[in-house]
């Protein structure tokens, strides 16, 4: 489920900046980008001007709205997968070690090697 909505996130975000990118500079950069007598022409003669505009700002606010619930839905997916959030969870007393494993067995004292004397 979740490669599913991250392959759908990417498409989105590639779909989002290639609408982004259709639209006319509307100034800021000195006429660079429109779609004047020597910009290449642009989306002038596929529609309208004004029809060009509304479809296109149509089109990012739709995939704007998709990519940030897509954005959401990852990352409530994500926090599913987390571990524990507290020590109450985790398993493990105050000491840090965990309750559910036993303590090692005590070791055995071993008699000392007496000299002898050489």
Excluded at 5 to 14: Q, R, Y
Excluded at 51 to 71: E, V, Y
Aim: hydrophobic share 45%; proline share 7%.
């Amino acid at each position: 489920m979740q490669t599913i909505i991250l392959v759908v996130h990417l498409l989105l975000a590639l779909a989002l900046v290639g609408v982004v990118l259709m639209q006319k500079s509307e100034g800021g950069l000195g006429g660079l980008g429109g779609s004047g007598p020597g910009a290449g022409g642009g989306m002038g003669g596929l529609l309208g001007g004004r029809a060009a505009a509304n479809l296109l700002t149509r089109a990012t606010a739709i995939l704007a709205g998709s990519f940030f619930i897509t954005s959401i839905g990852l990352a409530i997916l994500a926090g599913d997968n987390s571990g524990p959030v507290s020590i109450i969870q985790d398993g493990t007393g105050a000491g840090g070690a965990p309750t559910h494993q036993q303590a090692p067995a005590p070791m055995q004292p071993h008699q000392p090697a007496v000299p002898t004397g050489e």
